[in-house]
């Protein structure tokens, strides 16, 4: 069931820039992937059962028949540990970022955070190559999101 985000990242208007490591500790930032698309996927915590099904089908439906162009981005309040160990685990190639600390800053920065739950909503944000947002998607914690959706907004770009 989708929810309504605050005003923070709206479709038509620049995304919010951040910083944040990946699993692997090194720092990415959203600016750096001017020119491509991104796919920017928050998700509330790892090794759970929807975020594992959502995943994995990103790592399994949708990176491979992603265009060249495009680039996912997962974020979590997860530190980066934890996101090391269940990328590993689970063969998640994809960045995947931790919102660790300030706690859910970036969520916070694209309306998505839960502050009484302290986790990401499930918010998908398409940004286009100039690093405005394109298409949104927020969906309650317990609510998977569709990766065919993300095709399809991909497509009208």
Known sequence: ????????????????????????????????????????????????RVC?????????EFVPSAPDDVQVLAVSVDSMFGQRAWSDQEGFAFPML????????????YGVFDE??????????????GGVVRWKVVNEIGSARDVEEYRKALARL
Do not use: C, N
């Not at 923070?8 to 698309?37: I, M, N, S, W, Y």
């Open 98 to 109: 931790a919102d660790f600390w300030p706690h859910g800053e970036v969520a916070r920065a």
């Open 116 to 129: 009484e739950k302290g986790v990401a909503l499930r918010g998908t944000f398409i940004i286009d190559g």
């Open 1 to 48: 069931m989708a929810v309504e985000a605050i005003e923070a990242a709206q479709v038509g208007r620049p995304a919010p820039d951040f910083e944040l490591k990946d699993q692997h500790g090194t720092p990415v930032r959203l600016a750096d992937h001017r020119g491509r698309k991104v796919v920017l996927v928050f998700y509330p915590l790892a090794f759970s």
């Open 52 to 60: 594992h099904g959502e995943l994995s089908a990103i790592r399994d």
